[in-house]
């Protein structure tokens, strides 16, 4: 397979240490990045990506974040200028969901899923915008389930929803520095938070795809590396599918 052209590259990768999160740090990690895999509670597992990484020749390291936090965005954002010098790549992947009907919706669920998904995405995006270098890229990990939301979801959807429409604000407000910013609705991807849902609605969706079968962290890994490629310099303010044209 033809490799993004990223070698020398900085990239942070929020959440990295999940199902889609490892499998785009992997993949940066092969492009030549220098990966920072952030974490918020799974430490071993960033560590044995890291090593994972290292192995296969790459360069990474494990920061722990919680995103929530202003001051540890800042923090991480922060040292890894120190470290490196400059950051060229941001991928806001972290997040949470909380299956729930909103007759059932207490605050207290909508608390937990905002705060990481909306409150920490807009820390991500918002230090993005203060230190990425210029000609930098910003993907954010958004989901299908803004344009098709199941029955429990519809905090998560909404969640999402507003992450798309930061992005496509940021992109306005940092295309003269040449940096492009977009975001992605990914479908059922296994491993992944989709992992949740009940085995009838996996099944129902892997036989929707004309593939039949579930999407994988490497499917989407691939198209985060053409985002966040030269290639890819004309492509802004974009919320893009990629579901294996399930949905």
């Not at 470290?83 to 969901?97: E, K, M």
Request: with cysteine.
């Amino acid at each position: 397979m033809t490799r993004s052209n990223l070698q020398g590259k900085v990239a942070i990768v929020t959440g990295g240490a999940g199902g889609i999160g490892s499998g785009i740090a992997s993949r940066l990690g092969e492009d030549g990045c220098t990966v920072i895999v952030s974490y918020c509670s799974s430490r071993d597992a960033a560590e044995e990506l890291v090593a994972k990484i290292a192995e296969s020749g790459g360069q990474a390291e494990a920061l722990s974040c919680d995103v929530r936090l202003a001051d540890q965005v800042v923090a991480l954002f922060d040292e890894v200028r120190r470290r490196f010098g400059h950051i060229d790549l941001v991928v806001n992947n972290a997040g949470t969901i909380i299956p729930t009907p909103l007759a059932d919706a207490e605050d207290a669920k909508y608390d937990v899923v905002f705060d990481v998904n909306v409150r920490g995405g807009l820390h991500v995006l918002r230090e993005a915008a203060r230190q990425l270098a210029d000609g930098g890229r910003v993907v954010s990990i958004s989901s299908t389930m803004v344009t098709a939301p199941i029955a429990g979801g519809g905090i998560y959807a909404a969640s999402k929803a507003a992450i798309e429409a930061f992005s496509r604000a940021l992109a306005q407000e940092v295309g003269q520095r040449g940096i492009t910013v977009n975001a992605i609705r990914v479908g059922p991807v296994i491993p992944g938070m989709f992992a949740k849902a009940p085995p009838e609605r996996q099944s129902a969706l892997a036989a929707a795809s004309p593939f039949k079968r579930l999407g994988n962290p490497r499917d989407v890994a691939d198209f985060v590396a053409f985002l966040l490629s030269e290639e890819s310099r004309w492509i802004t303010g974009q919320v893009l599918t990629i579901d294996g044209g399930a949905l």
